[in-house]
């Protein structure tokens, strides 16, 4: 019982202190831009996060980042044009990147701890990027038309969305996920192993 408590408290405080690292992360992500948008350096303590707390973890923490997002100003100019579709695909977007690496992440480390961090350091932002472009599309397709139409895109508003909105950022959150991934399972088997203490 006392273990359980231990264990229970431990968990509380780990996955506290990696909302606070997500947090403090946004808001100094900020100021880093590749194209119109800032990069996302939080996806790596989300994956840490699931990866040593399991089931939740990711979730909440994917949220958080939301949550982050939203108070940064980060989406300021798309609240701007429709709060609520901001609101909704915001949220989203981290809270499923989280879960997705809630649901994977445990499967694929039974198989290999490296195979189980590599998928879900590419998972998370492979899903947070690809429910940002589906919020794009169903809430600001028009707006973001407009945008194409002034550029060497024209009317091809996908080809838009890819490679100006969020080309650059997708690639170096991917490529900073795929080469820190060695250095997260480093820190998960820390995490646990304190974890069975």
């Known amino acids: 019982m006392v273990k359980d408590t231990k264990a229970r408290t431990r968990k509380l405080v780990g996955i506290g202190l990696f909302s606070a690292i997500v947090v403090v992360l946004q808001i100094l992500g900020a ?17 840490v996060g699931s990866s040593v707390y399991g089931k939740g973890a990711g979730a909440w ?29 915001v949220l ?9 690496i809630d649901l994977v992440s445990p499967l694929l480390m039974k198989v290999n701890k490296y195979l189980g961090v590599f998928a879900s350091a590419v998972l998370c932002p492979v899903v ?6 589906l919020g794009c599309r169903l809430f600001f397709f028009d707006t973001i038309a407009q945008w194409s139409a ?23 959150e991917l490529l900073f996920n795929i080469v820190l991934s060695p250095f997260i399972v480093r820190i998960v ?6 974890d069975s203490k």
């Open 92 to 100: 989203l977007k981290g809270t499923l990147a989280g879960l997705c």
């Open 128 to 133: 947070n990027t690809g429910i940002f472009l």
């Open 61 to 89: 923490l994917g949220f958080l980042f939301g949550i982050a997002v939203l108070i940064s100003g980060d989406a300021s100019t798309f609240l701007a044009i429709n709060a609520p579709g901001t609101f909704i695909t």
């Open 31 to 47: 100021f880093i831009r590749l194209g119109p948008f800032s990069v996302s350096l939080v996806l790596i303590p989300i994956v």
């Open 150 to 172: 002034g550029t060497e895109y024209g009317s091809d508003v996908a080809a838009y969305m890819i490679f100006v909105l969020v080309g650059g950022n997708f690639l170096f």
């Open 189 to 194: 088997d820390i995490g646990k192993k304190n």
